[in-house]
């Protein structure tokens, strides 16, 4: 019954960045996050974000949240998209993330991000240990 309602959790959150905002611009992210977590996770990394419509930017990205998560782990050439941005200073503010991760030695993480009518996600590897599940904000600033 739990790995209904875990696949049942993973389809809506994979479906629900490609609803009413696929018809609207969208950004593509590239970016490397280091950090740690045990119970609070906390990370900070650097990105280029490249836009549909010709504008890109440098920016800089916070992470703080918590959830059943332990574990450091140095995430690097990560790759994300965010869809329903009109403009790149849409894509500037706090989104609300569902992240999971996990590894021994080799890290993997994934996310799933929504601010207002913008959603997106990501997903990358690198080194570090842990393993977990967490609801955080996600910062990007220019």
């Known amino acids: 019954?739990?790995?209904?309602?875990?696949?049942?959790?993973?389809?809506?959150?994979?479906?629900m960045p490609l609803s009413s905002w696929?018809?609207?611009?969208?950004?593509?992210?590239?970016?490397?996050?280091?950090?740690?977590?045990?119970?609070?996770?906390?990370?900070?990394?650097?990105?280029?974000?490249?836009?549909?419509?010709g504008q890109s930017a440098q920016?800089?990205?916070?992470?703080?949240?918590?959830?059943?998560?332990?574990?450091?782990?140095?995430i690097e050439n990560a790759k994300g998209k965010l869809t329903g941005v009109k403009s790149l200073k849409d894509i500037y503010g706090t989104y609300f993330s569902i992240d999971v991760h996990a590894g021994f030695a080799r890290a993997a993480e994934a996310r799933t991000l929504f601010k207002g009518y913008i959603a997106g996600g990501g997903s990358g590897v690198g080194g570090?240990?842990?393993?977990?599940?967490?609801?955080?904000g996600l910062t990007i600033k220019p």
Do not use: P
């Open 59 to 74: 920016v800089s990205l916070t992470l703080h949240g918590g959830g059943l998560t332990f574990g450091v782990s140095d």
């Open 22 to 53: 696929a018809d609207a611009g969208s950004c593509s992210i590239k970016y490397n996050l280091t950090g740690w977590s045990f119970l609070y996770k906390t990370y900070k990394g650097k990105g280029v974000v490249q836009c549909s419509n």
């Open 1 to 15: 019954m739990k790995q209904y309602y875990l696949r049942l959790l993973a389809v809506l959150l994979l479906c």
């Open 128 to 136: 570090g240990y842990g393993l977990g599940l967490t609801f955080s």
